[in-house]
């Protein structure tokens, strides 16, 4: 089967590098599937789950995205997140913990940009413990 080159990253880092025979995401309008030789495509893409499906074997390598931009091209997928996590690196009482934390600070908060930015901070935090309930069941 042929493959398409996918790149995800972060603000902060390279999450994955490789290549694919299938990529699936939330895109704005809904769920996208890629496949090699896919027409041409940017989208915003909301929070969840990145699924590669790895050539050659039915492993699938899922990173969790708190949104952002995909770019589609025939031989080529660049997802731009905003914030990324690989799937092995989520942790429920860590997430659990900073979600009391961004609790607590939200209280404290006296400007509207503080309260903005713990405001998505928690919506993200939320869609993180969303995430790993989603991966408790699958596995």
Same mark, same amino acid.
């Given at each position: 089967?042929?493959?398409?080159?996918?790149?995800?990253?972060?603000?902060?880092?390279?999450? *994955?590098?490789?290549?694919?025979? *299938?990529?699936?995401?939330?895109?704005?309008?809904?769920?996208?599937?890629?496949?090699?030789?896919?027409?041409?495509? +940017?989208?915003? +893409?909301?929070?969840?789950?990145? #699924?590669?499906?790895?050539?050659?074997?039915?492993?699938?390598?899922?990173? *969790?995205?708190?949104?952002?931009?995909?770019?589609?091209?025939?031989?080529?997928?660049?997802?731009?997140?905003?914030?990324?996590? #690989?799937?092995?690196?989520?942790? #429920?009482?860590?997430?659990?913990?900073?979600?009391?934390?961004?609790?607590?600070?939200?209280?404290?908060?006296?400007?509207?940009?503080?309260?903005?930015?713990?405001?998505?901070?928690?919506?993200?935090?939320?869609?993180?413990?969303?995430?790993?309930?989603?991966?408790?069941?699958?596995?």
């Amino acid at each position: 089967m042929s493959t398409i080159k996918v790149d995800v990253v972060s603000a902060e880092e390279q999450i *994955f590098s490789g290549d694919a025979e *299938f990529v699936a995401l939330p895109g704005e309008s809904g769920e996208l599937g890629i496949l090699p030789q896919h027409a041409p495509l +940017i989208s915003l +893409i909301k929070p969840g789950f990145v #699924r590669i499906t790895l050539p050659g074997s039915k492993e699938i390598k899922q990173v *969790f995205v708190a949104g952002g931009v995909i770019e589609v091209q025939p031989q080529h997928v660049t997802v731009l997140a905003d914030t990324a996590i #690989r799937s092995e690196e989520m942790d #429920r009482a860590k997430t659990e913990k900073a979600m009391a934390a961004a609790r607590e600070a939200r209280s404290k908060a006296t400007s509207e940009a503080d309260l903005a930015k713990l405001d998505a901070q928690l919506a993200f935090l939320a869609a993180q413990l969303s995430a790993i309930e989603k991966l408790k069941r699958h596995h």
